[in-house]
């Protein structure tokens, strides 16, 4: 099964909740400086993945797939 942009990032947002509430349970982080790191490591992913996701490979093989699908 191969997983979407929106799964993957909700993958990664659920990982980074769960690791932040270990880390502010057991006080190696504060409450305010886990929202800000998430806040800038889902920034960083989304737009590296946004850039990525836009080079001339990886469009021309999303309209190549769309090309196929609708041939069919």
């Given at each position: 099964?191969?997983?979407?942009?929106?799964?993957?990032?909700s993958?990664v947002?659920?990982?980074?909740t769960a690791?932040?509430?270990?880390?502010?349970?057991?006080?190696?982080?504060?409450?305010?400086?886990y929202?800000?790191?998430?806040?800038?490591?889902?920034?960083?992913?989304?737009?590296?993945?946004?850039?990525?996701?836009?080079?001339?490979?990886?469009?021309?093989?999303?309209?190549?797939?769309?090309?196929?699908?609708?041939?069919?």
């Amino acid at each position: 099964m191969k997983l979407n942009k929106e799964q993957i990032l909700s993958i990664v947002r659920q990982i980074l909740t769960a690791t932040g509430a270990i880390l502010v349970t057991t006080g190696v982080l504060q409450d305010g400086v886990y929202y800000e790191l998430v806040g800038t490591i889902m920034t960083l992913i989304s737009g590296i993945w946004s850039v990525v996701d836009k080079t001339d490979t990886n469009m021309a093989q999303k309209f190549a797939k769309f090309q196929a699908k609708q041939k069919k």
